[in-house]
């Protein structure tokens, strides 16, 4: 018994291929062009968003300041809510040689630069390009939260070239500062009401 009730199982399988051969095949070819389209959707990138100026003087005309050892300039900017990711900071300069330059982001001290330092990086003028705008782009660890910022930019080290930052920007910044080294002991940061040197800060809001 045993037997022949697998045996009749075997065959009530087989007269079921037999009818519902087409409906198989049917759902067969549904699942294999399905697979296909979905393996072969085009994968949509991933859109950046394009960074916006938080600060954008514009480009000086007129010959303007050097950015020597002694001397440090500084702009101060301010991030509005909700807060934004840096993502470049620039100056514009005119070098007459090439020098490694740095660019410092801290608080604000009121009409000058704070004392803590948010961010710090190295950029590289080359004298080849001329007067341009020179910084850091791509920056991807900057978040800053509405307040106001400085922008200070001062030479690596000691550099016998002179590196000038022109002044006088379509769309001049009204807060800037300078710091000049009277002696290696006695650095202090004042309120300048002529500097008027080209800055850019773009970055994306935080959201």
Sequence with gaps: MV???SKIFRLNGRDFLKKNRQVLLAICSCL???TFVVSCAPKVPSIRP???YIINTGTPTEFGWWLVEPQWLASK???NGPGYFITDIEGYFNPTGSADIIIDITDSAGDTPGSITYYSNTFFID???GANWYGIH???NLKLSPNDYWVILRPAEEIDQIIEMPKNPPASNTNYAVNVEIDRDNRKWRKSEVLN???RVSGNPLR
């Design 3 to 5: 037997y022949n009730d």
């Design 32 to 34: 294999i062009i399905g």
């Design 50 to 52: 394009v960074p916006t």
């Design 77 to 79: 900017f301010t991030i």
């Design 127 to 129: 004298h080849k390009q």
């Design 138 to 140: 791509g920056i991807t």
């Design 197 to 199: 040197i080209g800055i």
